[in-house]
C-alpha cells in the first residue's frame, strides 16, 4: 500500500511510510486517518486523511480549537473507535486491522488512559482502584513498579482513602498511577487537568512529564490549555480534522501564538 507524503511526520521519521524498523520509537502511527460521522448531506469528515508518528518514550500534546477532530483522532489512536478509512499502527500491531475482542484486550493490556473526570470507582481505595487493571488482565502484581509509581505520585499516605476521601489533584494522580500500572505501551490522556485548579493541574502535568522522563512512558495528551501543552515534548495542532502545526520544545507563548493564528481558519470553517 502506498502512502500520501507526510507533512507534519515527515521530519521526525525520516520516512513517510515507515519501515519496521521504525517502529523501535514509533509508538502509534496512523496514515491517511479519515473518520466521518453521519451520512449524505449531514456528513462530517471529522477527520480528513491525517498522518501522525508519536515517538516512543516522549509526551505529545494534540490541541485545536473546539470541534478540530482532537477527541476523534485520540479515541482512534487509541483503539476506541474504528475509522473510515487509513491506518493506525501501535507499535507492530495494525489496530483498523483488528476485531472488537482483540480491541478490547489490546486496550486493556497495551494502553492507559485518563479522562478529565478521574474516572475511579467510588467503592473501591484508592491501592484497589491502582490496581484493578492488573486484576482485570489476571495479570500478578509488580510490586516494586506499584511502590515507584506510589512514591512518584506522592499517593503513599492516601492508598487506603475511598476517591470521595481525596481532592481532585489527588484522584487524578490515582487514575495516573492505575493507567501506569500495566507498563502500556501508551498513555492516553483527554484533559487530564479540566477538572483541577491550576496548582493541582501543574502537579498532574509534573507527573505526566516525570512519567515521561525518569519511567519511560510515552504520554499523549489532550488539551486546550497553552501553559499544559507546554510541559509537553511537542504539540501537534489540529485544525478542521487535519494536522495544520508541529511545534517541538514548545513554550506557552508559541503554543498561543500558533493557536491564534489558526482562529480564522476555524472561524471560516464554522461558517
Ligand atoms: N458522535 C458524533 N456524531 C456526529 N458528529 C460528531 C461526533 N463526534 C464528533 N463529531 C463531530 O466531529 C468533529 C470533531 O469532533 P471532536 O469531538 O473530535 O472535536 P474536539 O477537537 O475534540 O473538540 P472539543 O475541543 O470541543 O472537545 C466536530 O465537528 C464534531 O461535531
Ligand atoms: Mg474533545
Do not use: C
Not at 29 to 53: I, M, N, P, S, W
Not at 70 to 83: E, F, N, R, V, Y
Request: charged share 20%; glycine share 8%; no cysteine.
Amino acid at each position: 500500500m502506498t502512502h500520501p507524503p507526510s507533512t507534519a511526520t515527515s521530519s521526525r521519521t525520516g520516512s513517510p511510510t515507515g519501515t519496521p524498523a521504525d517502529a523501535d520509537r514509533t509508538a502509534v502511527r496512523a496514515r491517511a486517518l479519515t473518520k466521518v460521522y453521519g451520512q449524505g448531506e449531514a456528513a462530517v469528515r471529522a477527520l480528513d486523511a491525517v498522518d501522525v508518528d508519536v515517538e516512543r518514550g516522549a509526551f505529545t500534546a494534540i490541541m485545536g480549537p473546539s470541534g478540530s477532530g482532537k477527541s476523534t483522532l485520540m479515541h482512534l489512536l487509541a483503539g476506541l473507535d474504528t475509522a473510515a478509512s487509513g491506518t493506525v499502527h501501535l507499535g507492530l500491531t495494525e489496530l483498523t486491522g483488528l476485531d472488537d475482542r482483540s480491541l478490547t484486550h489490546l486496550r486493556r493490556d497495551r494502553v492507559g488512559f485518563v479522562f478529565q473526570s478521574f474516572n475511579l470507582l467510588p467503592m473501591f481505595t484508592a491501592e484497589q482502584n491502582v490496581l484493578l487493571p492488573l486484576e482485570l488482565a489476571g495479570a500478578p502484581v509488580d510490586h516494586a513498579w506499584v511502590d515507584t509509581l506510589v512514591d512518584v505520585l506522592g499517593l503513599r499516605d492516601r492508598l487506603s482513602h475511598r476517591p470521595a476521601e481525596l481532592s481532585g489533584g489527588q484522584q487524578q494522580r490515582v487514575a495516573i498511577a492505575r493507567a501506569l500500572v500495566h507498563r502500556p505501551e501508551v498513555v492516553f490522556a483527554d484533559e487530564p487537568t479540566g477538572n483541577l485548579d491550576s496548582r493541582a493541574g501543574a502537579q498532574v502535568l509534573s507527573f505526566l512529564r516525570r512519567s515521561v522522563r525518569e519511567l519511560g512512558s510515552t504520554v499523549i495528551m489532550v488539551t486546550h490549555d497553552p501553559t499544559a501543552a507546554a510541559y509537553a515534548d511537542r504539540v501537534l495542532l489540529l485544525a478542521d480534522g487535519r494536522i495544520a502545526g508541529d511545534i517541538s520544545d514548545p513554550t506557552p507563548d508559541a503554543v498561543l501564538t500558533s493557536l491564534d493564528a489558526l482562529r480564522p481558519l476555524d472561524d471560516a470553517a464554522v461558517r
